[in-house]
């Protein structure tokens, strides 16, 4: 049975100033799908007034923490002591959020209690997935 974790944290959406301003959002893990985490932005949060849902490596993240990481469209890197940039790519833009560090380890660290580094394959369900990939097709 899959295990989640739902942790709320603010956020600093970065913009030009004076458009900073605190976000909530919501970090989610589920133990059904061990390698990735999930940002999560209220409807409030977004421009088009619906909620925004981020999904990428749970492995970027803790990266992210400590040194500059990723290429694609999440990009993760330490800014300051205490502080964590996320930096979300789409076709119409981007959108920088800054995180407390001490909120995205604590929320890493939950995660590991859930499914331990390194052990996510025994968590994954391959015939399953496979046979949802093969009805899509």
Same mark, same amino acid.
């Given at each position: 049975?899959?295990?989640?974790?739902? &942790?709320?944290? &603010?956020? +600093?959406?970065? /913009?030009?100033?004076?458009?900073?301003?605190?976000?909530? *959002? !919501?970090?989610?893990?589920? =133990?059904?799908?061990? @390698? *990735?985490? !999930?940002?999560?932005?209220?409807?409030?949060?977004?421009? $088009? /007034?619906?909620?925004?849902? #981020?999904?990428? *490596? !749970?492995?970027?993240?803790?990266?992210?923490? !400590?040194?500059? =990481?990723?290429?694609?469209?999440? +990009?993760? #890197?330490?800014?300051?002591?205490?502080?964590?940039?996320?930096?979300?790519?789409?076709? $119409? /833009?981007?959108?920088?959020? &800054?995180?407390? *560090?001490?909120? @995205?380890? +604590?929320?890493?660290?939950?995660?590991?209690?859930?499914?331990?580094? /390194?052990?996510?394959? +025994?968590? @994954?369900?391959?015939?399953? $997935?496979?046979? $949802?990939?093969?009805?899509?097709?």
């Amino acid at each position: 049975m899959p295990h989640v974790i739902d &942790q709320a944290v &603010q956020a +600093r959406l970065i /913009g030009t100033a004076p458009r900073s301003r605190e976000v909530p *959002a !919501r970090l989610r893990y589920d =133990s059904g799908d061990p @390698l *990735a985490v !999930r940002v999560v932005f209220p409807p409030a949060a977004s421009l $088009d /007034g619906a909620e925004v849902v #981020w999904t990428f *490596a !749970r492995d970027l993240l803790a990266a992210g923490l !400590r040194e500059p =990481s990723g290429k694609g469209d999440v +990009r993760i #890197w330490p800014c300051g002591p205490d502080s964590t940039m996320l930096e979300f790519h789409t076709a $119409d /833009g981007l959108a920088m959020v &800054q995180f407390e *560090a001490r909120d @995205l380890r +604590r929320f890493l660290m939950r995660s590991y209690g859930v499914v331990a580094l /390194g052990h996510e394959a +025994r968590h @994954l369900d391959f015939e399953a $997935d496979l046979a $949802d990939l093969l009805r899509e097709a």
